[in-house]
């Protein structure tokens, strides 16, 4: 059998279901596939293995059972589950990690090859999304600019080590502060206002202001600040700061009149 071969978890409950399955996936357009049977009592043999691209479950009245073995496990593959035609047990199962489920008296084979290459489709997509998540955060804790957030009362909820460092507080410390504690007196109030026009114009912004280190120095920075968003509502705010106390040698306080303040149109 090829490598490229779809690997195939069945866990079933009789020689007629495995039968069964098999025959409705030799229907399919989904090509060679590798089918890996095992029975409801010996299911964590395969879940242990955890190599497969997708598992189906077809086992009445040990579905979920088997789904909260699966989990304790570790088993990370899609589970496609054969339910009855009961709302309560699809829903049931549902919420115990089903993928998907499908209504094993009108089970074919379209629907079993359509829901085979949905719940792939979805678990590639989860991967990729997971990729993306580490790589971005990689960027953000090795970053040489301060990348913090903070909620939309200024509650912080982040910072990477490069704002650590640069202001010598720990991420513990940063995480029960207000932005208006590490922002300058004399500066907070306008960032204030900068905030509540974003979220007012639904606009990134560009300003100027001075950060205060935990041992009380000084720091220039220019920061560009956009919002968070979940679900099309904002939630927070991200921002990037860059020292330019680097870029200022002999740097004192900028007064209110000298901050340079724009917003990106």
């Known amino acids: 059998m090829s490598q490229k071969a779809l690997r195939i978890l069945l866990v079933h409950d009789s020689a007629v279901t495995r039968s069964t399955?098999?025959?409705?996936?030799?229907?399919?357009?989904?090509?060679?596939?590798?089918?890996?049977c095992r029975s409801a009592s010996f299911a964590g043999e395969g879940f242990r293995r955890n190599h497969y691209n997708v598992c189906i479950v077809d086992?009445?009245?040990?579905?979920i059972p088997l789904l909260e073995e699966s989990l304790r496990l570790g088993f990370?593959?899609?589970?496609?589950m054969l339910t009855s035609d009961s709302a309560a047990e699809v829903l049931e199962a549902m919420r115990h990690g089903a993928a998907d489920c499908l209504i094993r008296e009108t089970l074919s084979a379209r629907s079993l090859e359509e829901s085979v290459c949905v719940v792939m489709e979805s678990a590639h997509y989860r991967e990729y999304e997971s990729e993306c998540a580490g790589l971005y955060m990689c960027l953000v804790e090795h970053s040489s600019e301060i990348i913090y957030t903070h909620d939309l009362q200024g509650n912080s909820t982040s910072i990477n080590k490069a704002g650590q460092q640069l202001t010598k507080y720990?991420?513990?410390?940063?995480?029960?502060?207000?932005?208006?504690?590490?922002?300058?007196?004399?500066c907070a109030e306008d960032v204030w206002l900068h905030i509540e026009r974003m979220l007012a114009e639904r606009r990134k912004a560009i300003y100027e202001t001075v950060m205060v280190s935990k041992e009380g120095r000084k720091i220039p920075v220019s920061v560009t600040m956009h919002l968070i968003y979940?679900?099309?509502?904002p939630v927070g705010?991200?921002?990037?700061?860059?020292?330019?106390?680097?870029?200022?040698?002999?740097?004192?306080l900028l007064t209110e009149s000298e901050q340079t303040i724009s917003f990106l149109l």
């Not at 399955?21 to 890996?36: A, K």
């Not at 086992?59 to 579905?63: I, K, L, Q, T």
């Not at 705010?237 to 004192?252: C, E, F, K, T, Y």
């Open 21 to 36: 399955t098999r025959e409705l996936l030799l229907q399919t357009d989904l090509g060679q596939f590798e089918l890996d």
């Open 59 to 63: 086992a009445p009245g040990r579905g």
């Open 76 to 80: 990370t593959t899609p589970i496609i």
């Open 170 to 186: 720990t991420l513990e410390e940063v995480s029960k502060m207000n932005f208006r504690e590490i922002i300058s007196p004399e």
């Open 230 to 233: 979940k679900e099309g509502n």
């Open 237 to 252: 705010v991200q921002g990037i700061a860059r020292d330019l106390s680097l870029q200022m040698p002999g740097w004192s």
